[in-house]
């Protein structure tokens, strides 16, 4: 397991007791409930990718950094419509936004980190240090 990855722990699925007394309001308005976007970590010889799926939005609602060793992904997206009648005005606005953080391992190359987005997916890809790539084996001549 790499140093980007998760560990998995147990998910307690709910009783039937614990649906029927959850504060659960069913009337809510879910527009602008929060919601952390699926990533996939993959580790190959020469470096790091990470995927992050987040459909609906642009590439200029995306935040990426990187300080002292914590890559941080971050968007935020705000929507408004108003529509005015004869006798009524409707104004609704919504507003989505996330942020996820991942150590990174001595092993990557921070300053050659690259980030592109497109069809919702948001790609990293984050080389390692030459120091880091695995080498050939080397045959050691006997004096």
Known sequence: ??????TFRPVSFPTLLDNLFSDVDFFADNRNSISVPAVNVKENDDVFEIELA???LKKEDFKVNVHEK???ISAQKEVSEAEAKENYTRKEFSFRSFSRSFRLPN???SEQIEA???DGVLKLHLPK???AKPKEPRLIEIA
């Open 54 to 56: 987040a459909p609906g």
């Open 107 to 109: 092993t990557v190359d």
């Open 1 to 6: 397991m790499n140093a980007l990855t998760k």
């Open 116 to 118: 592109t987005y497109a």
């Open 129 to 131: 240090k030459e120091e």
């Open 70 to 72: 914590l890559l941080t």
